[in-house]
Each structure stands twice: as C-alpha cells, then as structure tokens.
C-alpha cells in the first residue's frame, strides 16, 4: 500500500482526524433486569468503546457481556436512547 503523504498539512488537521474517527463510534444502550427474577432492579448499560449490539445479545460466547440470568428489556443504538429509557423506565 502506497501512502501519499502531504507535508504542507499540519499536525493539528492529523491529529483532528483521528479524534473524531474515535468519537463516531456509536454507543450500544441496553436496558435489563439484573437478576433471575421478574422483580429484581431494572439498570441501564452503556457500552461506549464501539462494542456492536450483535456481540451484546449473543449468548454464545464463553464469557457474555450481559449475564445469562438477565433478561434484555429494551436495546438501542446511540446516545439518545439513554434519556428515552429513562424516562419510560423511570430510573
């Protein structure tokens, strides 16, 4: 692979890519029952490190990122998901 590289564009402009390539990373919001039973708490997750919904939701994987035991309520992709659970959930 051949990197063309201009010389005349300053650090700063590098530097502002990589930071925003890091901030569209889309924030998955789950909302779950943190116990076996129908009564335990309801929390709201967030996983912002660029974490996908398909890798939350399978149960597959030796060491699950939401706990078998726990049952996912609601799921959504981005920050406006969180005050949007709030509010319905009243957390």
Not at 39 to 51: Q, R
Not at 64 to 81: A, Q, R, T, W, Y
């Amino acid at each position: 692979m051949l990197w063309i590289v201009d010389y005349n564009v300053g650090y700063d402009y590098i530097w502002y890519i990589l930071i925003m390539a890091q901030l569209n990373k889309p924030q998955a919001v789950v909302v779950v029952h943190k116990g076996p039973r129908k009564n335990s708490k309801i929390k709201l997750e967030i996983f912002d490190n660029g974490t996908r919904v398909d890798d939350i939701i399978n149960m597959r994987k030796l060491k699950p990122l939401i706990p078998k035991e726990n049952e996912i309520l609601d799921m959504g992709v981005g920050i406006s998901f969180k005050e949007k659970y709030k509010k319905k959930y009243k957390l």
